[in-house]
């Protein structure tokens, strides 16, 4: 890690882009942070090779099989994802060798199909209603019903958590010498609040709280899942949590728009979610560090308009299914 952080603030110098993932910046947002004693930082995932937090998490997946010796090159690689991680799985396959059939529900953003094909993926659409849970369980049963397929699946393994807790974590306690009061983040595995939180509580036991992002029950924002609909990833240890807070899809678009309007952050809704109970858990602080993650940039969520749409005349705000 010492050398990955040696190579800062210039970016750093890799082998290729697999290897230039991580060592995201730390941004002060000053107009949202309610009160001068208190400060907002955020992670911005959004910068990795893909635009998204999914990039470590892919990458330690498939170098974590490498290692096991549990693939070889050509082998298909399949995986349940509502996107995020079958693009950065689709990048990161590309550039290795392995095939990757990744499955999503066939309501996705148009955006995101073009992305997985771009990188050379095959599509298995499921059912949207049954939203990411609905793809989950399909990819199990075709994995189940053919042994050639390797399945990193993220919701189960530990090199999901495991790139938190020795890549992102590492990261923000080091840009904050080890001066973090709280981290929020939102829930879709729990990978980034699992390795960020357990890593963050060892380092800084109760002086740091760690807070989830939920949606709404019923409420898909794009990227987060609520446990009560009923499927809680076995990589989940509720423990590791201090609180857990809902948030509606009007309020992750409206803290979306905010993030762009007043600081200039490009975000997907998942980060507008995380950013209003940030700012949230600010309110009631009188001072200290709160780094929350932006999990994604907003290009794959362009078609929904939403950037340049007024909130009070988005359609369908509270129905609509953002992946
Ligand atoms: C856009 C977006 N936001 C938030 C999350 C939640 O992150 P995690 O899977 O680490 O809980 C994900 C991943 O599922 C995501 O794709």
């Known amino acids: 890690m010492a050398q990955e952080l040696r190579n800062r603030p210039c970016g750093g110098r890799y082998g290729d882009i697999v290897q230039s993932i991580g060592n995201t910046p730390l941004v002060e947002l000053k107009r949202l942070s309610p009160k001068p004693g208190v400060r907002l930082w955020a992670k911005l995932e959004s910068a990795n090779p893909t635009g998204s937090v999914k990039d470590r998490v892919a990458r330690a997946l498939i170098e974590d099989a490498e290692e096991k010796g549990a693939i070889r090159p050509g082998q298909t690689i399949l995986e349940p994802t509502s996107g995020n991680t079958g693009i950065s799985l689709a990048m990161i396959c590309s550039r290795k060798g392995y095939k990757l059939k990744v499955v999503m529900p066939d309501n996705v953003t148009p955006e995101r199909t073009q992305l997985l094909r771009m990188y050379g993926a095959e599509i298995v659409y499921s059912p949207g209603h049954l939203g990411s849970n609905g793809a989950v369980e399909l990819a199990l049963k075709m994995a189940s ?63 740091v709280k760690i807070v989830a992002a939920e949606p709404m029950q019923g409420e898909p924002v794009q990227g987060l899942r609520s446990l009560d609909d009923g499927f809680i990833p076995p990589i989940i240890d509720l423990s590791i949590l201090d609180r857990k807070i809902f948030v509606t899809n009007h309020d992750a678009i409206v803290w979306t728009k905010k993030l762009l309007d007043e600081e200039g952050i490009f975000a997907g809704v998942s980060t507008g979610a995380i950013a209003s109970i940030a700012v949230r858990i600010a309110n009631e602080m009188d001072e200290g560090n709160i780094v929350f993650i932006v999990c994604d940039d907003g290009s794959k969520y362009l078609s929904s308009g939403l950037y340049t749409t007024p909130v009070e005349e988005l359609e369908n705000l509270d129905t609509t299914v953002w992946w």
């Open 145 to 207: 019903e053919d042994s050639s397929y390797y399945m990193p699946y993220q919701y189960g393994n530990p090199a999901n958590p495991g790139a938190h807790y020795h890549g992102t974590a590492v990261e923000i306690l080091d840009e904050l010498d080890n001066d973090v009061s709280a981290f929020v983040a939102g829930l879709g595995t729990g990978g980034t609040l699992m390795g960020v939180g357990r890593r963050l509580r060892e380092e800084l036991g109760d002086a």
